[in-house]
């Protein structure tokens, strides 16, 4: 079968078009096509894409991340400490959780000097 991949180049196509294509895709539940169209888009978005370090996060974006991975933890109890989805989870939540305390801290030192 030939796919959109090969007759097209994807990576002609705007990066914020690609993500909502890929968003489009990803909303289409139990159709195998549009799941096959947003692996490739999201093939070619992360081909494009450089990861921020964690101060470069806004603190709102930290704070909306540090929510929502707690309550995906509280949601998946059920799963063992060892399970991959479980450390994924936990280790971005310890991620978000530590770069907003660190924040508070450095504000902390900012107004004792």
Known sequence: MITNERLLDLRTIPTQDLK?????SANQKSNRLFE???IIL?????????????????EQELAEAEAVFLELL??????????????F???NFNATYDERERRKRQATIKLVK
């Open 20 to 24: 909502l294509l890929a968003e489009i």
């Open 89 to 91: 989870l936990q280790f």
């Open 36 to 38: 096959d169209n947003r």
């Open 42 to 58: 999201s093939r070619i978005l992360l081909s494009q894409h450089q990861c921020a370090e964690m101060a470069e996060y806004s």
């Open 74 to 87: 509280e949601r998946n109890q059920h799963l063992s400490r060892e399970h991959p989805t479980q450390r």
